[in-house]
């Protein structure tokens, strides 16, 4: 859905001579991702209203695409399943943020969050056999992964001692998310492999 839009907004600044041919693919692409980052911001937010908790939606989703953007992780087969799979996974989390808000969930949280964090900084980044990382690309991504990975420990860490929620359980489930992301990835990775060795 959403590439067939980006295609069709390239082929609209084409047609226009706004943009030349050997710039269409680039342009695709953008939009692409413009495209699909503000749906799912949308859709996250939505869900926020939807349980009555917006603000911890938001901050849900910003960190979890600052760590996914650099950190890698699962990439679903087709764009429909992608699609199906990031709002399911949104929805799951943004309902575990809301639960925390009725059940003190701050222990486990913080738990899960660490083994969660460990996870990350150990697999990061994660490329895939289509689009393999170069070692320099591969030093850089880790490099901004664990910076973003420390700013968003540091985000759980502070909020968990103040008792500021709107902030910890978004933060811990952005991580969690992510982790989650990172080892599916890592074995989808393998077996990608296995298979092309076979």
């Known amino acids: 859905m959403i590439s067939k839009l980006s295609e069709q907004l390239a082929k609209k600044l084409l047609k226009n001579s ?46 979890f695409q600052f760590i996914r953007r ?25 309902s575990v943020i809301r639960l925390s808000k009725a059940v003190d969930l701050q222990a486990v949280l913080l738990a899960v969050t660490a083994v969660s964090a460990l996870s990350i900084f150990i697999l990061c980044p994660l490329d895939t056999p289509e689009k393999p990382l170069s070692d320099k690309e591969l030093k850089y991504f880790r490099k901004i992964s664990w910076l973003i990975l420390l700013v968003i420990s540091a985000a759980v860490i502070i909020s968990y ?38």
């Open 161 to 198: 001692f103040f008792n500021f929620n709107y902030v910890f359980a978004p933060c811990c489930m952005s991580l969690i998310l992510e982790s989650i992301l990172l080892v599916s990835g890592k074995i989808q990775k393998a077996v990608v492999l296995n298979k092309n060795i076979q």
């Open 70 to 94: 650099y950190a890698g992780g699962y990439h679903a087969s087709t764009e429909t399943r992608c699609e199906i799979m990031s709002a399911l996974s949104i929805l799951l989390c943004i």
């Open 18 to 63: 706004s943009i030349s041919e050997e710039e269409r693919e680039l342009y695709i692409y953008g939009f692409f991702m413009l495209l699909s980052h503000l749906m799912y911001l949308i859709l996250a937010s939505f869900f926020g209203l939807i349980l009555g908790c917006f603000a911890e939606s938001v901050v849900f989703y910003i960190s």
